[in-house]
């Protein structure tokens, strides 16, 4: 009994907070793998276990007689193998390194595609996968960026490095030598992802008519749509990306893969259509990585803790490939790394280099979380040994309101970062009085005193948002009445139905506060749902289209004799129908700050964290559905507890990733999940859209990676213990006291009248003790893994 | 060695409709569930971690991704899809939409069902059961603060919830 698929519960959503809930909790949800083609066959992709090295064979004889097998695909099936195209033309330095959609003569990579196999059942695909023989000559692997390179990835380039960035303003030399102190610090991020519950997938179908009809993009669907025409040589009209529910984005997924050539490919091939759709592991290996970093970052200060310079050499690990969105991060990195502070100078190199690793792209808050974690802990390590207390250092030197809007140059390679409002001392101490800094200094102290390990740390951010260029909606006024908003961007669970029915009511009333909202369709226009930007830039162009439909139903109404007044859905119906395209344009992406505070404590014994409370704020400019915006902050931060405490995508030095499964990918539950306290500030001074708003989807999770290192080193009492994420109990063990701790003290000051064994007898009793205790600790704690497996 | 004959007449009772049995072993009952049209349950790793494909096995809340469709032969599924309709939904998808208790939806009805299985066995369980018991599946969206709130919610409920 099959139900349908769609959203049609609308009309009956009355229970409902939310027009995007209903079909959700109903479980009549649209994801690309509920999508069912008539006469559908279905792919596996076939990946490299090897990392790198020159492909001697791949035999896909034995496959294609398999059972149920219509095709098996590879390289050589190809005229020539095109690559993934780069989402910029002003990177050329990149198109060497771009990646092809199967490997074609070498694989960098472990899951790099190396053919795919089409089938009547997934389980058939799958089963035919394994008799497709594979020969590598293996190479030596590369997987540190920042040491000298194993061996060349790419031939010519013999570091590896894809491109150096500098960025360069004001004289550092001078200001270094000059400066009363200065300190260095060398600082790691781990490799990690977006993670979204849905893993990708794709449906491609042809029809008859040559156009080519596909379910899965999300992100950038106009540019998808424009990738896969070119791929494929028809016009983009010609390609219709339909609708389908999202299970999360977080910056990954919807990106261009080698898979949305492969599906459309293999569908033309066998004149079906094909459905994908990857599982957990391939995802691990497959989806855009992200965060990878290496610092060496110092700070040239005064002695009352005035900041002056800031010098960095950065290592941004690539991956194999320079992937579509992939320019993005080492430029981004540059850019972002001075902060919401003030430098006389700055001097900061950027290398992009290529490993034998899954290749990166963006994920939320791409290189604000990472430029946050480098520069606030480089901060707290600059205050204890200035002897000042950090939130001073920060509150000395936020960048101040009658200073915007600061404009921070960068040199010639870069535009100059231009932060254009805010008052982010106001955020900082409004979050400071919120979190109640003073309640919590005396009771980490307090705690502290008695012998446990913790502590709090702060870190400040900015977050941009709203990069362009541009979006345009359609907003129509059909000829019953009802209000129907038609956009490119896509709902990915980020409530852009419910923005679109607020902005519609703020302009228009109460009769426009629920309407039609068709969200995923492309053809009028519109770049996509990235970079927090939907609420302005959609928002903005909807605020365009509203204005339009109101002049035109004020002069249709006042014509026809009325008062021009539109108050109810009675007199809307009478100047109806009318539709209009509304249009929104952003030259500069906004910036906006925020600051987190988390709270830790460290067991003494194990050195197991315990991240007891966070605390975010962050200045979104306005609210347009403060309930999603505290949602997103919420969210956001325990994405970011997850990067800083618990998950991360290491690889071996062979190139194996070791990280693919949600067995060992730690992902917090709700028992690591504090409280988390949010603070929405809505400042104004926003003037780059109309709706004077600042993206709030990703600021939740930048600042927590630092705010987790630093209360970690408070905690250990020393400030440069943390210098790398996530923090792990390895991390910590340096500076746990001698284990353990309790046993330790009871033998230093044995009590009168307890036990009457020798020495030596008492000391094997401790041990055997410490045995059990151990294997019951042990015990338990596979207990605890197993209930939850279960 | 069980009877085969006998056992593959009996169906498996979703949501109290009959659906005939599968006879391939290694179908699971999510992918069973999902072919049959009931695309509430989703695979989220297919490794029993994350919880996306949570439903309830003779009332007990299973991951569908580990149990083989086989097993599932003359026993009592209930999936999201027998919770509730557009017209009456289910107490607990009101107060998930009430408490922002969802996001991108794809882990909500695998929440929805593990919290009906705890609600049959403790119906007015305490936070700490709630937490224990929410531990099980995974959220890359909420952050589990609505979640939480709302489930809870519906254990403070005095009227019956089923």
């Not at chain 1, 900015?462 to 209000?483: I, K, M």
Request: charged letters at 20%; aromatic letters at 6%; hydrophobic letters at 40%.
């Amino acid at each position: 009994m099959a139900l349908t698929k769609t959203s049609d519960v609308g009309a009956s959503h009355e229970w409902a907070t939310r027009p995007e809930h209903p079909h959700l909790l109903l479980g009549r949800g649209n994801y690309v793998g509920d999508v069912d083609r008539e006469g559908q066959l279905f792919l596996v992709v076939v990946r490299s276990s090897e990392a790198h090295g020159a492909i001697r064979r791949v035999d896909v004889d034995e496959a294609r007689r398999a059972p149920g097998v219509h095709a098996v695909l590879t390289a050589g099936d190809l005229l020539s193998v095109p690559h993934l195209p780069l989402r910029t033309p002003h990177h050329p330095e990149y198109l060497p390194f771009t990646e092809p959609v199967l490997a074609d003569g070498r694989v960098r990579y472990v899951g790099q595609p190396l053919a795919v196999v089409v089938a009547d059942s997934p389980q058939l695909a799958e089963d035919a996968t394994e008799l497709v023989d594979v020969e590598v000559e293996a190479s030596a692997v590369t997987t540190k960026a920042w040491q000298p390179a194993e061996s060349p990835l790419w031939p010519g380039v013999s570091d590896n490095v894809a491109s150096t960035i500098h960025a360069a303003d004001g004289d550092v030399d001078a200001v270094f030598a000059s400066a009363d102190v200065v300190v260095s610090t060398e600082l790691a991020i781990g490799r990690d992802t977006g993670m979204p519950m849905e893993t990708r997938g794709l449906v491609a179908e042809w029809s008859d008519d040559g156009r080519l009809h596909l379910w899965g993009p999300t992100k950038i669907v106009p540019f998808v749509r424009r990738a896969v025409a070119d791929l494929f040589d028809v016009p983009p009209e010609a390609v219709t990306c339909h609708r389908v529910d999202v299970g999360g984005m977080f910056g990954p997924r919807g990106e261009l893969y080698p898979e949305d050539f492969l599906v459309p490919w293999a569908a033309a091939v066998v004149q079906r259509p094909v459905k994908w759709v990857e599982d957990r592991r391939e995802h691990f290996l497959s989806i855009n990585h992200s965060r990878e970093q290496r610092y060496l970052l110092e700070i040239a200060a005064t002695r009352d803790g005035r900041l002056l310079g800031m010098r960095a050499d950065i290592w941004v690990d690539m991956g194999a490939f320079v992937r579509p969105v992939a320019w993005r991060v080492p430029e981004g990195t540059v850019e972002h790394l001075p902060g919401p502070y003030p430098w006389d100078a700055v001097s900061i190199r950027c290398r992009a280099v290529c490993t034998n690793k899954t290749p990166a792209g963006t994920m939320r808050g791409p290189t604000s979380y990472e430029t946050t974690f480098a520069r606030e802990r480089a901060l707290d390590v600059l205050a204890d040994q200035l002897g000042i207390d950090p939130v001073e250092v920060r509150r000395k030197n936020l960048i101040a309101p009658d200073a915007m809007p600061y404009q921070q140059d960068l040199g010639d390679e870069l535009a100059p970062v231009i932060y254009d409002s805010g008052d982010y001392l106001l955020v900082l101490d409004g979050m400071l009085a919120t979190a109640g800094l003073d309640q919590i200094r005396a009771d980490v102290e307090r705690r502290r005193n008695g012998g446990e390990l913790v502590g709090h740390g702060v870190a400040c951010f900015l977050g941009h948002s709203g990069l362009g260029p541009d979006e345009t909606v359609r907003l129509e006024l059909t000829a019953g009445g009802e209000f129907r908003v038609t956009t490119s961007a896509s709902e990915i669970g980020q409530n852009l139905t419910s923005m679109v029915a607020k902005v519609l009511e703020n302009e228009l009333g109460k009769a426009a506060a629920r309407p039609q909202v068709l969200t995923g369709e492309v053809g009028g226009g519109g770049t996509g749902t990235f970079a927090s930007r939907s609420t302005m830039q959609v928002g903005g162009a909807l605020v365009d289209a509203c204005r339009q439909l109101r002049a035109i139903a004020a002069e249709r109404s006042t014509e026809a004799g009325h008062d021009g007044r539109l108050d109810d859905a009675a007199s809307w119906t009478e100047v109806a129908p009318i539709a209009v395209q509304g249009h929104h344009r952003i030259d500069e992406p906004t910036y906006g700050f925020g600051a987190h505070l988390a709270v830790v404590s460290v067991d003494a014994d194990t050195g197991e964290l315990s991240v007891e409370r966070i605390v975010v704020a962050f200045d979104c400019g306005r609210a347009i559905d403060p309930a999603a915006a505290r949602a997103q902050l919420e969210g956001a931060a325990v994405q970011g507890l997850a990067g800083a405490a618990y998950a991360e995508l290491p690889f071996d030095d062979a190139g194996q990733p070791l990280v693919t499964t949600f067995m060992n990918y730690l992902m917090p539950t709700v028992t690591e999940t504090p409280p988390i306290d949010v603070l929405l500030y809505e400042l104004p001074g926003v003037t780059g859209n109309r709706l004077a708003a600042k993206g709030v989807g990703e600021a939740g999770t930048i600042g927590v990676g630092g705010a987790i290192a630093n209360a970690v080193s408070a905690a250990l009492g020393q400030a440069d213990a943390i210098r790398e994420l996530p923090v792990k109990p390895d991390s910590v063990a340096p500076w746990l006291p001698p284990w353990p701790a309790e046993r330790a003290a009871e033998e230093r000051a044995p009590q009168p009248g307890q036990s009457t064994l020798s020495g030596q007898a008492h000391r094997v009793l401790v041990g055997v003790g410490v045995g059990v205790g151990v294997a019951v600790m042990v015990g338990v704690r596979l207990l605890r893994r197993r209930r939850r497996a279960r | 060695m069980t009877d085969h004959g006998q056992a593959q007449d009996r169906p498996i009772l979703v949501n109290g409709q009959p659906h005939a049995p599968v006879t391939e072993p290694r179908v699971s009952l999510l992918d069973f569930l999902r072919d049959e049209g009931l695309t509430g349950a989703h695979a989220g790793c297919e490794h029993g971690v994350c919880g996306a494909c949570t439903v309830l096995l003779d009332g007990q809340p299973v991951r569908s991704c580990l149990v083989l469709a086989v097993q599932a032969t003359g026993h009592v599924v209930d999936t999201v899809e027998g919770l509730g309709t557009p017209e009456e939904p289910h107490p607990l998808q009101v107060a998930f939409s009430r408490e922002e208790a969802l996001q991108c939806g794809f882990c909500t009805p695998g929440f929805l069902m593990l919290t009906v299985g705890l609600l049959r066995e403790i119906p007015h369980p305490s936070p700490a059961e709630i937490r224990d018991a929410l531990s099980a599946n995974l959220c890359r969206c909420t952050g589990y603060t609505g979640i939480t709130r709302a489930v809870e919610s519906v254990a403070r409920d005095e009227q019956p919830w089923h």
